[in-house]
């Protein structure tokens, strides 16, 4: 178990944050599933998401950057939990939950009524998770990437 340090964003995460996310989408997809929009938020995540009114979330041990998660604003009290990567290094330690925690304090504290989330069920450690927090399966959706073909949302308060 890695005992993370939760860390908001700063300029120089933005490389990590690409980083991370372009090793997992490699690693279980494709390059090619990366479209042009995807690729502006990964290398520009302060303006693609920050600047939308979104947050960023990075778990951090000795300054070495382990993991992180997008919350993207759909709506006043809707947001999408996107872009979760943690380094294989630190996959099954425990970063995904401590990142999930950050999320769910945050929705907490700035009132998110509820929160949604696109993945593949193929990601049979991220499907764990989303089942752990109590995701619910939303049936009728149109996939914002190609690799996604299910979609989880959870309504809190």
Request: a neutral charge.
């Amino acid at each position: 178990m890695i005992m993370a340090q939760i860390e908001t964003w700063k300029p120089q995460y933005t490389k990590y944050f690409e980083a991370l996310n372009r090793g997992w989408i490699v690693r279980f997809f494709d390059e090619n599933t990366i479209g042009p929009s995807e690729v502006e938020l990964l290398s520009n995540p302060k303006k693609e998401i920050l600047d939308k009114g979104g947050h960023l979330f990075f778990a951090t041990e000795d300054g070495i950057v382990l993991g992180c998660v997008a919350l993207l604003k759909h709506g006043e009290t809707e947001y999408e939990i996107s872009k979760l990567a943690v380094d294989p290094s630190a996959q099954g330690k425990g970063v995904a939950n401590q990142l999930f925690d950050a999320i769910f304090s945050y929705a907490k504290t700035n009132n998110i009524n509820k929160l949604i989330l696109e993945t593949n069920t193929k990601l049979k450690a991220a499907m764990g998770l989303y089942n752990k927090y109590g995701f619910s399966e939303v049936k009728d959706f149109i996939p914002h990437y190609t690799r996604v073909n299910i979609k989880f949302e959870k309504l809190l308060n």
